[in-house]
């Protein structure tokens, strides 16, 4: 029902921010969003817990991501204890949309955008943070239904120095052509490669990447072309508390295609487990029809985590009501 706004203007500074009905906004042609792509999301959900109060999975993190995108795109960007207090407000204005506990949850999209006027290159003058919510079900209906990736050989999603490790709007305008065809041939999305050997694992179009061989789970680690992910760095913590050995390093296309198992992790999908992988034409897949067991046992533990089912002893819940 309700969506928020804040504006900032030229001292970078945000201002008392609003409720208001979800609905288009106003924005100048010669805006830098528009013209120069000055614009940065997030993406984080609400979950019900048994009593009916509603929990969020740390906002926080998102505030921080936002912040650290804000600086490489320049832009000013809201206070942690403004993104914070900016979600819970929110929230709490659309909770009749977040869903029954195991039903699924509510989407939380925060949005900072250029909305100042620019007309040669530069940063826009004013910024304005917005954030709209949209109930969604769960990613896995009847249990885990593993995915089928595609690896892409000729688009790369990001290049080192370039703007690959934070959440910017063009990033995702970049994959969408892969994306694309991934799924025109079949498969549910596209896993990057890096630019520069084109042999390393990146991520995919929006979630990351774990391949697990001998028990021993292993990521491609963080430096500056993937996107952090909350979830990726969330089951590293989880998968370490219950014994597994991960590994944050550079793991290469033959390490995938020789794996027991591959899941993919990201709030959408949560922990998502990988069925079959193609590359260069190549078809491997993995066993128990891609639902392994490490993969089951994670997707378990962070999802019963998040929707207040098992102790919180990270302290990584926000209670909101
Ligand atoms: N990589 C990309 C490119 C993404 O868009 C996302 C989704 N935000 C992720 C990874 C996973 O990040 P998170 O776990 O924070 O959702």
């Known amino acids: 029902d309700y969506m928020y706004i804040m504006k900032c203007s030229q001292n970078g500074i ?9 609905g288009p906004i106003e924005l100048s042609p010669s805006s830098g969003v528009l013209n120069y792509g000055q614009g940065l999301f997030e993406g984080l959900k609400a979950y019900r817990k048994e009593d009916g109060s509603i929990l969020l999975f740390r906002p926080e993190e998102n505030a921080l991501r936002m912040r650290m995108g804000a600086e490489r795109m320049c832009m000013p960007s809201p206070t942690v204890e403004q993104f914070l ?14 869903p029954p506990t195991g039903k699924g949850s509510l989407y939380i999209r925060p949005l900072l955008i250029g909305s100042g006027a620019v007309l040669g290159l530069s940063p826009a003058p004013e910024y304005t943070f917005l954030i709209f919510v949209s109930p969604v079900g769960n990613y896995f209906k009847e249990g885990l239904a593993p995915i089928n990736l595609v690896v892409e050989n000729d688009f790369h999603r990001a290049t ?34 890096d630019s520069t050997h084109k042999k390393y694992l990146e991520e995919v179009s929006s979630c990351n990447i774990f391949v697990v061989k001998n028990k021993v789970i292993s990521t491609p680690e963080i430096k500056g072309t993937i996107l952090p992910g909350i979830t990726r760095k969330s089951i590293i913590d989880v ?6 050995q991960v590994e944050e390093r550079a793991v290469s296309v033959e390490e995938l295609l020789d794996a027991d198992e591959v899941f993919c992790t990201g709030t959408a999908v949560v922990v998502s487990p990988v069925g079959s992988i193609t590359y260069l034409g190549r078809r491997v897949e ?34 909101i009501n």
């Open 286 to 319: 993995y066993g128990n029809k891609g639902v392994g067991t490490v993969s089951q046992e994670l997707y378990s533990a962070l999802t019963r985590l998040q929707m207040g089912l098992a102790e919180d002893i990270m302290g990584w819940t926000l209670q």
């Open 160 to 193: 080192p120095g370039g703007t690959g490790g934070v959440k910017t709007i063009g990033n995702y305008a970049s994959v969408l052509k892969a994306q694309k065809k991934a799924k025109e041939n079949g498969y549910s999305d596209a896993l990057y490669l």
């Open 239 to 244: 998968a370490r508390g219950q014994g597994y």
């Open 14 to 22: 945000f201002t008392e921010g609003e409720l208001r009905q979800y």
């Open 85 to 98: 207090d900016a979600i819970k407000l929110t929230v709490l204005a659309n909770k009749r949309w977040v």
